[in-house]
């Protein structure tokens, strides 16, 4: 077994492995092992090598000091899986760091090859002037804001910038663009940005980062990016000045080992920063470099335009030895990766009213072009697919609409329109595409399109008949301009390779001469014009119609969602009015005939939400059904914020033992009618399931012992564990209604609207990992307790902007004031009542995600209109392809035994989809089919899917353990709108 040090240095210097993916594990006193990315680990300071305990690499263990591990040699966890963009050892490797804003800290990331690389790239580089030097000059606390503010609004996709002091690293760490969107190059706890002042920032997936030392207080800080031309390395840099002895001759030396380092990358390079050099030429550091200069190939060789103007600039003005302008700032490219230059400009070149610049340097910023110059701004490696299109949508015209009604096979598919580019990419990569279809469309112009004339193509018998929409003077050049900038930017969706003719589809005909005229007759003389404005994106989901899923502009590239139905928030039933004291809990229905048993559990037995109905009828003979049971209202109907439709939660405590055998022969006397009646298998208490007058009641059974049933909910820590559980759901309700008090109604307002939201999202279901209702009434009753404001916008607002902001690693109990110590889960929501647990261990770290990111687009959404709705975005968006869980059975009662041991294992399935490096996975709680012996649920599968072969091999042990369950592949459109 090696030694903790001989293992650092094999794996440093040795060029099979990639250090940027270990990890040491070191001895705190008192605490958990720290994990450190191994290149930040200093040998010989202050940690002495005994305190190394472990190594990981990729998250799997490969040396531990207590058990004698030691699996480097064979293991390919850490291995370099290609050759390194950034070689080394010109390079020492970094381990790039991202927000995670569930641990609300900067953590390292690891990025593959991208599966999208971008074809255009806007690079920026900006000295941001630290104040070492002449502080009391240069308005250091006015102009950052100024400079944060410019590097936002540049929006570019990679910035290095260069004095980069520990306060300004604090400002930018904290900027939410930068955390939503930004990989640092580093580790911001580390020194290097304080020891070079160098700071490189990218918007894209970082593959690899690295450092060069060049001397004291000089560096060169690389990061490797993927674009559509193959891998970039962008690499900043700042030179010594004339302020340094003999800055001339340094910059020499330095040029010469950024040349030597740099020409080891065998990739495209761009070198941003400050060269300290005004020349150009083959006098310039360009040519020193052998690099191009992104700024003479926009502006021209002759043009100077400085980047540091002590005539302009006073902050310049001030640091400046000889009072000379110069363009020292440059952004440099090699000619790999197919690099064109598409725009340069200045950043930070206009003083604010005051006169105050961001900088003594002007910033720079350039958009490069990658890949092949026909592929424009393309999605490689997207297939065009034929459930999607971008098509003109004509306004509504009867009498098209009734010849397509009588003639067209496809009426109930399509609207009327006219295809640009049919098939499109699939609908889980519009996000990505829309911005790029945007462009396209901003370089068009709106027209207007003259419909008339009726023609015909195809085979004689079987002709597609259809409305010329380029009748006009112009004919169809407006179109066939705008189809061609469409399919430069999309190149693999350009359809038939023969041409293409605008046409607006009417019908088939087997006698297409006479259609023709037919048709002509009836949409009569003269043609109709309309205005060609913005184009419609569509999509096709399972077997349902085309729909529009976004539109875009011409001539302006805006771009909009069609936004799908907003989250439902009106409660099922008006919500209890306010009263001035705390309501009472729903009292317990007890056995001795139907009619005590109504008496009991009236209107406040469903908690105020359903009146006297079937949830009443419901619970009255099971109630007279149980003798000397005690039945009692559990969940949302006892908490008075049911959903319309929610399940009727109910536990019955009985005399004695519980015979869940004995139950169910009486429940199923009592209800004749029940459908889907069984019994819930691998419970710790018996319970049953079953369906009447359209509801879904869960039942779970409890004996009392020797206690009397009517006391075993306060005396449930007498009748164990599993029985105290079971028990706590009627606590747990009294115990939210006593939280809220009088502020119910509030309380039941935003628990019912809240619900929904998540309904939508596929958020709410915990066999299926999401979070139980439960989870949301805590949420909201914390909420409620906690607002100024109780009126319901001010509730929303606070409700989504506490929980968007909320640290997922500290549990959230109905009690603020209540001492809970973080758990191992990534999200933890505490019952209310004794036995305190969490109700969301099933949670896992893919699914708390994704609930960060819809919480904080509700409180974006809100916060820019808190009246607004909040419509969810489908799934179909995020999801590229699904696992479609099918659970069939020969009988409806074999059916419902096997449907109910798929939902108690769908968490595990979950589980290996995301240790096989699927953390996007994410299980819809209802199937989008269900018949008697039937149901498909939809467990989608993240934006980079595996094919199946690669999912069965990762399904099959999981579906093998459940009869009547299998598990296939669906491409992202096959799957219809989801429930």
């Known amino acids: 077994m090696r030694t903790s040090e001989q293992l650092y240095h094999q794996v440093r210097w040795d060029p099979r492995f990639d250090p940027a993916r270990f990890t040491l594990g070191l001895l705190q006193r008192g605490a958990a092992p720290k994990r450190v990315p191994l290149p930040s680990f200093v040998p010989g300071g202050d940690i002495p090598w005994h305190r190394v305990l472990f190594v990981e690499a990729d998250g799997e263990l490969v040396w531990d000091r207590a058990r004698g591990l030691d699996l480097i040699d064979s293991t390919t966890a850490g291995r370099v899986r290609g050759r390194r963009v950034l070689p080394e050892p010109f390079f020492t490797a970094r381990t790039p760091h991202a927000w995670d804003p569930a641990d609300g800290a900067w953590r390292p990331v690891q990025a593959g090859p991208a599966a999208y690389p971008p074809a255009r790239v806007r690079l920026l580089t900006w000295n941001t002037l630290w104040d070492r030097y002449d502080a009391p000059r240069i308005a250091t606390a006015r102009r950052r804001p100024m400079l944060l503010a410019d590097l936002a609004a540049a929006d570019a996709d990679v910035i290095a910038l260069q004095e980069v002091e520990p306060a300004l690293l604090a400002l930018l760490l904290a900027e939410p663009w930068v955390r939503s969107g930004y990989t640092l190059g580093t580790d911001p706890d580390g020194a290097d940005v304080a020891d070079s002042g160098l700071l490189v920032l990218s918007r894209l997936p970082v593959r690899e980062a690295g450092l060069h030392v060049l001397g004291r207080h000089k560096a060169v800080a690389a990061v490797a990016v993927d674009t559509a031309g193959g891998p970039l390395a962008v690499a900043a840099t700042h030179l010594s000045s004339d302020h340094s002895e003999n800055g001339a001759g340094r910059r020499v030396a330095e040029l010469a080992r950024l040349a030597e380092g740099l020409g080891g990358i065998g990739a495209g390079l761009a070198l941003l920063g400050d060269f300290n050099d005004g020349r150009t030429g083959a006098e310039g550091p360009a040519a020193a470099l052998g690099l191009r200069d992104a700024w003479a190939e926009v502006h021209g060789p002759a043009d100077d335009t400085p980047t540091f103007d002590p005539g302009v600039n006073p902050l310049a003005a001030v640091g400046s030895l000889t009072g000379r302008a110069g363009r020292i700032d440059r952004i440099l490219l090699s000619s790999g990766a197919g690099a064109r230059v598409r725009e340069a400009a200045l950043r930070g070149d206009s003083p604010a009213p005051d006169g105050l610049f961001p900088s003594d340097h002007f910033g720079v910023e350039a958009t490069v072009e990658y890949g092949a110059t026909d592929a424009g701004d393309a999605l490689p490696g997207e297939a065009a697919t034929t459930r999607t299109a971008v098509a003109w949508l004509p306004p509504h015209d009867p009498a098209v609409e009734e010849l397509r009604r009588a003639h067209d096979p496809g009426v109930a598919r399509w609207p009327a329109h006219v295809n640009l580019l049919f098939g499109f990419v699939p609908e889980s990569s519009f996000a990505r595409a829309l911005p790029l279809l945007a462009e396209a469309a901003a370089q068009g112009r709106p027209f207007t399109a003259r419909l008339d004339g009726v023609h015909s193509f195809g085979r004689r018998e079987d002709a597609v008949l259809w409305l010329d929409p380029a009748a006009g003077e112009g004919g169809d050049g407006p179109w066939q301009e705008l189809r061609r900038a469409l399919a430069d930017r999309f190149p693999g969706c350009r359809g038939r390779s023969t041409g293409w003719t605008p046409h607006l589809t009417l019908g088939r005909s087997g006698d297409p001469r006479r259609a023709e005229r037919e048709f002509a007759q009836r949409l009569g003389p003269g043609g109709r014009t309309a205005r060609v404005g913005e184009l419609a994106v569509l999509s096709r989901r399972g077997d349902g119609p085309m729909r529009v899923r976004a539109v875009v502009e011409l001539g302006t590239g805006t771009w909009r969602w069609a936004e799908p139905e907003a989250t439902p928030g009106e409660p099922a039933d008006p919500p209890e009015p306010s009263r001035p004291r705390a309501p009472e809990p729903p009292r317990p229905a007890e056995a001795g005939g139907p009619e005590n048993a109504r008496k009991a559990s009236g209107s406040r037995a469903a908690g105020g939400v359903v009146g006297v109905g079937d949830a009443e009828r419901i619970t009255a003979r099971l109630a007279g059904a149980l003798s000397g049971a005690v039945v009692r209202v559990a969940g949302s109907r006892a908490m008075g914020c049911a959903l319309a439709g929610a399940d009727l939660d109910l536990v019955a405590v ?14 199923a006397a009592a209800l004749p009618e029940a459908e889907r009646l069984r019994e819930v298998t691998g419970a710790r208490v018996p319970g049953l399931r079953l ?3 359209g509801l879904d009641v869960d039942l779970v059974v409890v004996g009392a012992g020797g206690l009397d049933p009517a006391r075993a909910v306060e005396r449930r820590a007498e009748l164990g564990e599993a029985a105290a559980v079971a028990l706590s759901a009627v606590s747990d309700a009294e115990a939210v209604r006593a939280a809220v008090g009088a502020e119910h109604a509030a309380f039941a307002g935003l628990a019912r609207e809240v619900k929904a939201w998540a309904r939508a999202r596929g958020l709410d279901s915990a066999p299926f990992g999401g979070l139980p209702g439960l989870a949301w009434t805590v949420l909201a009753a914390r909420t409620v307790r906690e607002a100024a404001d109780r009126s319901p916008a001010a509730l929303r607002r606070e409700f989504f902007g506490t929980w968007a ?25 505490l019952t209310p009542s004794a036995p305190v647990r969490s109700c969301t261990a099933q949670v896992g770290a893919g699914l708390r995600d994704l609930l960060v990111r819809e919480l904080y687009e509700a409180w974006e959404r809100l ?21 479609v869980v099918s659970v069939r059975a020969d009988t409806a009662r074999e059916f419902e035994e096997h449907l109910g041991r798929a939902r108690g294992r769908m968490r595990g399935l979950l589980a290996a989809l995301e240790e096989a490096g699927l953390p996007e996975a994410h299980a819809w709680p209802r199937p989008f089919a269900r018949s008697g012996t039937l149901a498909r649920y939809a467990v989608g599968l993240g934006s980079a899917p595996p094919d199946a072969t690669a999912l069965a091999a990762l399904t099959g042990p999981w579906a093998a353990t459940l009869p009547g369950v299998t598990v296939t592949r669906a491409d992202g459109g096959e799957v219809p709108d989801l429930p």
Request: hydrophobic share 45%; glycine share 6%; net charge negative.
């Open 863 to 883: 916060e820019a209109e808190p009246e607004g709705l909040l419509p969810a975005a489908p799934p179909h968006r995020r999801h590229a392809a699904w696992a």
């Open 691 to 693: 369906r009447a007058s």
């Open 805 to 829: 902001a909320w640290d997922w690693s500290e549990p959230v109990s109905l009690d603020p004031e209540a001492d809970a110590a973080p758990g191992p889960d990534p999200v933890t929501v």
């Open 654 to 667: 009985l005399p004695g033992a519980a015979d869940a055998g004995a139950v169910r022969a009486r429940v």
